[in-house]
Structure formats: C-alpha cells, structure tokens
C-alpha cells in the first residue's frame, strides 16, 4: 500500500521560509516522477513543482519559481519543497503526490 506522509508546514511571517518533506513508503519510490501541490480555502487545487524520478529535472508553477525549489532523496524515499520569501498567498494545504497517490496534506500559513 502507497503512503506519501508530509511534514513541515507551520505559521511563518512573509518574507520567511519553510521546508516541507514528504516521506513515500509501499512502492518503488525511484521509479515515479514526484509532485507539489496546494489548496488554499475557497479555491481549486493547483500545480506547485514537480520532480522527476531522477531528480534531473524540475518544473514549477509561474507563481513559485525562483522562490520554491523541489529536491528529492531517493536513498531516504523521500522528497523536499524548500519555500523561501513566503507571500500570505503561498497560504494552503499542501500535498505531495505520486502518479494517482496523494498524502494528506500540510498546512502552511503565511502572515502578512
């Protein structure tokens, strides 16, 4: 059984950072491609970053580049979203995702 567990998230003033981790267990963690994603109240899920098995190559919503970056540690099943210059609309759930997996999800509040 997949499980994709986050951790991390937490009330921090604008301008600060935050490092959420997601830790995936139950299936051939190297092998998928690994993603980001975010809800905040009142709206739609959307795309936050994405990594692929490797960890060679990135791709990040327009809203987070330059401020967010995905990493991955596949001897540790795990992957990173380090968040830098956190604006109140970064303010979400956030969740980590394999192909049709999701975890549950991390809440981030950034306070103006």
């Known amino acids: 059984q997949v499980q994709l567990v986050e951790s991390g998230g937490g009330l921090v003033q604008a301008g600060g950072s935050l490092r959420l981790s997601c830790a995936a267990s139950g299936r051939t963690f190297s092998s998928y491609a690994m993603g980001w994603f975010r809800q905040a109240p009142g709206k739609e899920r959307e795309f936050v970053a994405t990594i692929s098995f490797s960890g060679g190559s990135t791709r990040y919503a327009d809203s987070v580049k330059g401020r967010f970056t995905v990493s991955r540690d596949n001897a540790k099943n795990a992957v990173y979203l380090q968040m830098n210059s956190l604006k109140p609309e970064d303010t979400a759930v956030y969740y980590c995702?394999?192909?049709?997996?999701w975890g549950q999800g991390t809440q981030v509040t950034v306070s103006s």
């Open positions: 995702q394999s192909g049709a997996y």
